[in-house]
């Protein structure tokens, strides 16, 4: 590669490339959100695309030059790493990808077995490998905040895979900055693996992480790769349309509902933008988000979904329409896994939590 940050796909297109955070690994812009890959009958979600369409849009984000894939072993019960694995196997060179998966906190079963935070760690990983049918991912992510297993028992037991080259390098989801910032200080105290990214909930319609999230991270050089990037189909789609995901994901719902009618204003204006730019509400919607974070994880059911993620890289919004988009914005309570980021909450019952019974750590 000549210029390792752009990259003629073939297609009259550029991808571009950054590094992700203090890491040595090279990604693309957008990142492939696997979520939507898996058995619809074996986990979380009824909207799910099966193993056919799955490689499908796999072979496509390959060949419009994403190298960046995102999944867990809690989607679908560990189907999409399976998905995923089997795709990238036919697909691509395996030191071409970049690939990311992520463990849930120890189980209720397991805290009452006596199995230590890090032996949990080794089995998670060790089952997200023999799922993928690979030796060792690139990036390993702590999925959620787990209040029953000492910080210092995670950060040691990720620390311990990386020295045995399971993993690369190590991420976090859903957490606060002073979470982050706190198991950072920890690591670096203790000679152990920093995390080099943070994925959180951060979208046009959701910009909660602008107010300490986002300062910490461009400090300390901390990769946003943030989810949701288009709530949930939200900021995809004019008003009239909608997609088996809209009518089906309720956790989405529970997320979005709620403040639909002032986010509503906003989405109107993606939608005049794209009308008037000739361009879709997903590349407005995200050309906006490139401006913010490293990669976005945009999840993808159906092809146009990971090419429009793509063309909105080369798509560049004036100081006027980054204006337009972001005035109307007014703070939101958090939702999803923030919202039950507290001791108590943690105990409650989670989308994820509903697949983890059947994952076999054996």
């Known amino acids: 590669m000549k210029d390792p940050c752009r990259i003629k796909t073939g297609r009259d297109s550029f991808m571009k490339y950054t ?25 979380q979600h009824s909207w799910t695309i099966d193993e056919e369409h799955s ?3 796999i072979k496509e984000g390959l060949d419009l030059g994403v190298n960046f894939f995102d999944t867990a072993i809690g ?42 935070g890090q032996e949990h760690i080794e089995r998670m990983i060790n089952t997200s490998l023999k799922n993928l049918g690979l030796d060792y991912v690139d990036l390993y992510i702590y999925h959620m905040w787990d209040y029953e297993t000492p910080l210092y028992d995670i950060m040691e037991g990720l620390n311990k895979i990386v020295k045995e080259g399971k993993a690369r390098y190590i991420g976090i989801s ?12 920890l690591a670096e105290k203790e000679g152990f693996q920093k995390f080099v990214s943070i994925q959180g909930h951060y979208n ?10 986002a300062k910490l991270c461009a400090e300390d050089n901390i990769a ?77 059911t159906k092809l146009h979904h990971i090419q429009g993620a793509a063309n909105a890289v080369d798509l560049q919004l004036t100081e006027e329409e980054m204006r337009y988009l972001e005035e109307a914005y007014v ?14 909450a943690a105990k409650q019952t989670h989308v994820w939590s509903t697949g983890s019974q059947k994952i076999e750590t054996k």
Not at 19 to 43: E, H, P, Q, Y
Not at 83 to 95: H, N, W
Not at 204 to 213: A, D, N, S
Not at 331 to 344: E, F, I, R, S
């Open 75 to 116: 989607y679908q019960s560990g189907t999409s790493e399976q998905y995923v694995g089997r795709a990238i196997k036919d697909f691509a060179k395996r030191e071409d990808v970049v690939i990311a998966t992520k463990f849930l906190p120890r189980t209720p079963e397991e805290i009452q077995q006596g199995i230590s």
């Open 174 to 185: 859903n957490c606060f900055a002073y979470q982050l910032a706190k198991a950072n200080a």
């Open 55 to 57: 490689r499908e849009i």
């Open 204 to 213: 046009l319609i959701f910009r909660e992480e602008e107010r300490e999230m």
């Open 331 to 344: 703070p939101h309570k958090l939702v999803g896994v923030m919202a039950q980021n507290t001791p108590a």
């Open 19 to 43: 590094k992700l955070g203090n890491s040595d690994l090279t990604v693309s812009r957008i990142c492939m959100g696997c979520m939507g890959f898996g058995d619809a009958k074996n986990g």
């Open 224 to 300: 946003m790769t943030p989810y949701s990037a288009l709530a949930g189909g939200r900021l995809s789609k004019h008003p009239g349309e909608t997609s088996k995901r809209l009518e089906e994901d309720s956790y989405a719902k529970l997320k979005y509902d709620d403040t639909a009618r002032q986010d509503q204003v906003i989405i109107d204006r993606v939608a005049e933008l794209a009308d008037k730019r000739g361009v879709s509400m997903t590349e407005i919607s995200l050309a906006w988000l490139l401006t913010k974070v490293t990669a976005p994880v945009v999840g993808a």
